[in-house]
Antibody, heavy 119, light 110 residues
Framework: QVQLVQSGAEVKKPGASVKVSCRASGYIFTGYYIHWVRQAPGQGLEWMAWINANSGGTNSAQKFQGRVTMTRDTSSSTAYMELSSLKYDDTAVYYC????????????WGQGTLVTVSS | QSALTQPASVSGSPGQSITISCTGTTSDIGDYNYVSWYQQHPGKAPKLMIYEVSNRPSGVSDRFFGYKSGNTASLTISGLQAEDEADYYCSSYTSSSTLAFGTGTKVTVL
């Protein structure tokens, strides 16, 4: 069965960077896109970025451009999202999700990774 | 890219039908048939309920129906059940090759 397993919770100081991993199994990793979506406590979903797992091409929401980096390792079917210059309001649960086409629905989701930014 | 606009809350009694709207622009919903709907229960990851405006993934009840007209997409839930109580989010592909989520709607089953 399809599974996306994310790395564990992180606590970071303001100004630091965090790198979250998303290991995929049960499907052909390079046939899909990986999206990154976050949800601040008590807030709605916010789309951050996507990576084409085959080509490595990426795109991100304007508010994250210059601060977010998506990479993937096809040998281990793992996608990574690194967010730099962390601020207090980056505290959120970060999800990875997969879709067959860039604009299509994300049918499988990771369990989420809580990133807490605290001094 | 601004968030798509949804009503903050919608409620209905068991067995009734409710409709959640999702309003965008000609740069997203109005120009693409890549509208999705997600259901999220507290503490859980979102679940895809509708993709490409009106398609249901395998395993999703046919009580969930999606459609769009112009810049507005809608999700109708018929035969409302207690288990449908959750937050619902729409999403659309945009002209910038990005995605946008809606503001979210809390569905309450009275």
């Amino acid at each position: 069965q399809v599974q996306l397993v994310q790395s564990g919770a992180e606590v970071k100081k303001p100004g630091a960077s965090v790198k979250v991993s998303c290991r995929a199994s049960g499907y052909i990793f390079t046939g899909y896109y990986i999206h990154w979506v976050r949800q601040a406590p008590g807030q709605g979903l916010e789309w951050m970025a996507w990576i084409n797992a085959n080509s490595g091409g990426t795109n991100s929401a304007q508010k994250f451009q210059g601060r977010v980096t998506m990479t993937r390792d096809t040998s281990s079917s793992t996608a990574y999202m690194e967010l730099s210059s962390l601020k207090y309001d980056d505290t959120a649960v970060y999800y990875c999700a997969t879709s067959p086409v860039v604009g299509g629905g994300a049918d499988y989701w990771g369990q989420g990774t809580l990133v807490t930014v605290s001094s | 890219q601004s968030a798509l606009t949804q009503p903050a809350s919608v409620s209905g009694s068991p067995g009734q039908s409710i409709t959640i709207s999702c309003t965008g622009t000609t740069s997203d919903i109005g120009d693409y048939n890549y509208v999705s709907w997600y259901q999220q229960h507290p503490g859980k990851a979102p679940k895809l309920m509708i993709y490409e405006v009106s398609n249901r993934p395998s395993g999703v009840s046919d009580r969930f129906f999606g459609y769009k007209s112009g810049n507005t997409a809608s999700l109708t839930i018929s035969g409302l059940q207690a288990e449908d109580e959750a937050d619902y989010y729409c999403s659309s592909y945009t002209s910038s090759s990005t995605l946008a989520f809606g503001t979210g709607t809390k569905v309450t089953v009275l």
